[in-house]
């Protein structure tokens, strides 16, 4: 998994990253280039399709914005503006939560409930309210505040005027167009595939590359690492795995399980109700608060960070690991129930020990050569 299946593959990661990193200061500009778009490199017919909806600007309504719109490349498929509420194509309408990384996410398993630990394990969106990524589809193209469009209908209607509609009917049918329902099922499918791509999770970072024996960490690497690791000190890997030996054979830096991790209320917040998570989702009181395990791949180009986007940069996040609960360094939690207080909030870790983890996360991003 975590081996380069194909230089061909790097060599367009590598060129994307590149560029998405010359361009990391002029990140909240919506007209960021990159050879990403149209590199079709090692997809299947079907995930063309799949990238093609996935950039395809017409398909909102009014048209203007994709997925990639939210999700770019260039910052692990996460909103390339930094930006802590995403705006829709309705201008001055936000979502009411940051937009997440999608690279990596194809690993998450169908929510379950895990007797043993006690906790929901996978789904999708930071709530795990869907299961599939093929389910997941509709949601963004149908809410008001994302794509706006009325009816599936509509976004079939789009697609079939697409200047991809040929290679659309001749993989699922040269009558597709004519079932809504059976068209928009190819639809949702093609996506998914593309989400499922090794575009969208190439592991390609130098961590992978240090896995792998072809690269050595720098000292300080080292040391974030051990910290990240260390069950008695950083206590990050607990929740955010950083080795390959698990169900998924890859290094995911997510066990896709759930926490109430205490975060503050966002001042900035589109809702000033308090966000109940996964508890309003299960109809589960002692789940409030809790939130996805997110992956840390990209993180360091996925900035604002957690289901508000609290904060924006990794120090200030993996200080609020370390001291929020020291009085005085941070607001109270805004969802006061089952807040994780035996991992995380009083880790007493040094300024060093901090700017050590943080120089790790940053060789979690993709595209390394
Ligand atoms: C206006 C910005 C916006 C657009 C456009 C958008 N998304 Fe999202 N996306 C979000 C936000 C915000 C969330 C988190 C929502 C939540 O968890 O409640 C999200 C969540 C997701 C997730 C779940 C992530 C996770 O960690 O479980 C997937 C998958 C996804 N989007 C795919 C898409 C696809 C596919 C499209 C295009 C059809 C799309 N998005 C368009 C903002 C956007
Ligand atoms: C008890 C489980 C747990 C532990 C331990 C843990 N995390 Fe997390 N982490 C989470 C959860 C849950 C979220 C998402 C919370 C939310 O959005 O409300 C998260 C989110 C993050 C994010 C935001 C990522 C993004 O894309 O928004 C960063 C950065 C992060 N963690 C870093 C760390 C670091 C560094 C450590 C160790 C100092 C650590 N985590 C320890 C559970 C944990």
Same mark, same amino acid.
């Given at each position: 998994?975590?081996?380069?299946?194909?230089?061909?593959?790097?060599?367009?990661?590598?060129?994307?990253?590149?560029?998405?990193?010359?361009?990391?200061?002029?990140?909240?500009?919506?007209?960021?280039?990159?050879?990403?778009?149209?590199?079709?490199?090692?997809?299947?017919?079907?995930?063309?399709?799949?990238?093609?909806?996935?950039?395809?600007?017409?398909?909102?309504?009014?048209?203007?914005?994709?997925?990639?719109?939210?999700?770019?490349?260039?910052?692990?498929?996460?909103?390339?503006?930094?930006?802590?509420?995403?705006?829709?194509?309705?201008?001055?309408?936000?979502?009411?939560?940051?937009?997440?990384?999608?690279?990596?996410?194809?690993?998450?398993?169908?929510?379950?409930?895990?007797?043993?630990?006690?906790?929901?394990?996978?789904?999708?969106?930071?709530?795990?309210?869907?299961?599939?990524?093929?389910?997941?589809?509709?949601? &963004?193209? $149908?809410?008001?505040?994302?794509?706006? *469009?009325? +009816?599936?209908?509509?976004?079939?209607? @789009? %697609?079939?005027?697409?200047?991809?509609?040929?290679?659309?009917?001749?993989?699922?049918?040269?009558?597709?167009?004519?079932?809504?329902?059976?068209?928009?099922?190819?639809?949702?499918?093609?996506?998914?595939?593309?989400?499922?791509?090794?575009?969208?999770?190439?592991?390609?970072?130098?961590?992978?590359?240090?896995?792998?024996?072809?690269?050595?960490?720098?000292?300080?690497?080292?040391?974030?690492?051990?910290?990240?690791?260390?069950?008695?000190?950083?206590?990050?890997?607990?929740?955010?795995?950083?080795?390959?030996?698990?169900?998924?054979?890859?290094?995911?830096?997510?066990?896709?399980?759930?926490?109430?991790?205490?975060?503050?209320?966002?001042?900035?917040?589109?809702?000033?109700? &308090?966000? $109940?998570?996964?508890?309003?989702?299960? *109809?589960? +009181?002692?789940?409030?608060?809790?939130? @996805? %395990?997110?992956?840390?791949?990209?993180?360091?180009?996925?900035?604002?960070?957690?289901?508000?986007?609290?904060?924006?940069?990794?120090?200030?996040?993996?200080?609020?690991?370390?001291?929020?609960?020291?009085?005085?360094?941070?607001?109270?939690?805004?969802?006061?129930?089952?807040?994780?207080?035996?991992?995380?909030?009083?880790?007493?870790?040094?300024?060093?020990?901090?700017?050590?983890?943080?120089?790790?996360?940053?060789?979690?991003?993709?595209?390394?050569?």
């Amino acid at each position: 998994m975590k081996k380069f299946k194909n230089k061909f593959l790097v060599i367009a990661v590598t060129a994307f990253v590149m560029l998405a990193l010359a361009q990391c200061n002029k990140r909240d500009n919506e007209t960021i280039t990159y050879d990403f778009e149209h590199n079709l490199a090692d997809l299947n017919q079907i995930q063309i399709i799949g990238k093609k909806i996935f950039f395809d600007k017409n398909l909102s309504a009014p048209a203007g914005q994709s997925c990639a719109s939210c999700h770019n490349p260039s910052t692990g498929f996460s909103d390339p503006q930094l930006k802590t509420y995403s705006e829709g194509v309705v201008r001055g309408s936000f979502t009411n939560r940051n937009a997440p990384p999608l690279a990596y996410l194809s690993f998450s398993p169908v929510r379950y409930f895990d007797d043993v630990d006690s906790t929901f394990v996978g789904g999708l969106f930071l709530d795990g309210r869907v299961n599939t990524l093929e389910e997941q589809v509709r949601f &963004p193209l $149908l809410n008001h505040l994302e794509m706006n *469009n009325s +009816s599936i209908a509509e976004i079939v209607s @789009k %697609v079939s005027l697409a200047n991809y509609a040929s290679l659309f009917k001749n993989t699922f049918g040269k009558n597709i167009f004519a079932d809504t329902t059976a068209a928009f099922d190819a639809i949702s499918k093609a996506v998914a595939e593309f989400e499922r791509s090794e575009q969208v999770s190439p592991f390609s970072s130098k961590y992978d590359a240090y896995l792998a024996g072809e690269t050595s960490l720098s000292a300080q690497e080292i040391r974030g690492l051990q910290l990240f690791n260390d069950t008695a000190k950083g206590k990050c890997a607990n929740c955010h795995p950083s080795d390959d030996d698990n169900d998924f054979g890859a290094a995911l830096f997510t066990d896709f399980t759930y926490d109430n991790v205490g975060l503050p209320h966002n001042p900035n917040a589109t809702s000033a109700q &308090p966000d $109940l998570g996964l508890g309003d989702i299960v *109809n589960n +009181s002692l789940m409030n608060g809790q939130f @996805k %395990v997110p992956s840390l791949r990209n993180v360091a180009v996925s900035a604002p960070y957690f289901h508000n986007g609290y904060f924006d940069n990794l120090n200030d996040a993996a200080r609020f690991y370390s001291e929020r609960d020291v009085p005085g360094k941070f607001p109270a939690p805004e969802v006061n129930q089952n807040v994780n207080k035996e991992e995380l909030g009083n880790l007493n870790l040094t300024v060093q020990e901090i700017d050590d983890i943080v120089a790790f996360l940053k060789t979690l991003t993709d595209g390394f050569q």
